[in-house]
């Protein structure tokens, strides 16, 4: 079975820092990984994904992610926050490149003035 | 080509009543996926639908609720005699048939059971 572990179900950080938010997974078989976005009152928005090849895979808004195969992870980071990074961002493990996803339970990112 | 169009997008219900979620796939999309995501929560799957067919539903509470996805029109999630603990927003995504092919998500619905 699948899982994802997201560690901090909150974090801030000031606007011009880096944005670091962890996302570790539980898998048997070679995973698709995936983090989302959620505004508030709003929809899934994909901000990345790894598939195969390359293990830096860079995303939308200036974020990327990192694949870690050995330590099972899959961190998400961008180098300078901005306001509008606000929101609630979720990281999805799928075994069939992203039909049936296993989520982890989210972390809020807040973006302090 | 439009996206995964979910309506209501907010829905207000009293306890008892029935709720019906309408889900439509993007064009060309014959597979359709439902999450719930409970408040303060991630999202969790409940059901993995095609056309006329329930393929996995390992996540649909056994009780007041189903899922149907016709031949023609919307995927609708039906909850019967809803309660308080229904409430929460319920999301939808949809694929298309072929392999290793990305799932979209729609906007949401979300459910208030008052």
């Known amino acids: 079975a699948q899982s994802v572990t997201q560690l901090g179900s909150h974090v801030s950080v000031s606007e011009g820092a880096l944005v670091l938010l962890r996302c570790n997974y539980s898998?048997?078989?070679?995973?698709?990984l995936f983090w989302y976005v959620q505004y508030p009152n709003q929809g899934l928005q994909l901000l990345l994904k790894y598939t195969t090849g390359a293990t830096l895979v860079k995303g939308i808004n200036g974020f990327e992610a990192e694949f870690k195969k050995s330590e099972t992870s899959f961190h998400l980071t961008k180098p300078s926050a901005h306001m509008s990074d606000a929101a609630e961002y979720f990281c999805?493990?799928?075994?069939?490149?992203?039909?049936?996803?296993?989520f982890g339970p989210g972390t809020r990112l807040s973006v302090l003035p | 080509n439009a996206g995964v169009m979910q309506n209501p997008r907010h829905l207000v219900r009293r306890r008892g009543q029935e709720a019906r979620l309408r889900c439509s796939p993007m064009k060309g999309h014959s597979h359709v996926y439902w999450y719930r995501q409970l408040p303060e929560e991630g999202l969790k799957f409940m059901v993995y639908?095609?056309?006329?067919?329930?393929?996995?539903e390992s996540g649909m509470p056994k009780e007041r609720f189903s899922a149907e996805f016709p031949k023609e029109g919307p995927s609708i999630l039906r909850i019967q005699q809803v309660v308080r603990g229904d409430s929460a927003a319920y999301f939808c995504?949809?694929?298309?048939?072929?392999?290793?092919?990305?799932?979209?998500f729609g906007q949401g619905t979300r459910l208030t059971v008052v």
């Open positions: 999805a493990v799928s075994p069939d490149y992203g039909q049936n996803f296993v």
């Open positions: 898998s048997s078989v070679p995973p698709y």
């Open positions: 639908l095609q056309k006329e067919n329930i393929i996995d």
């Open positions: 995504a949809s694929s298309p048939p072929a392999q290793n092919t990305e799932a979209f």
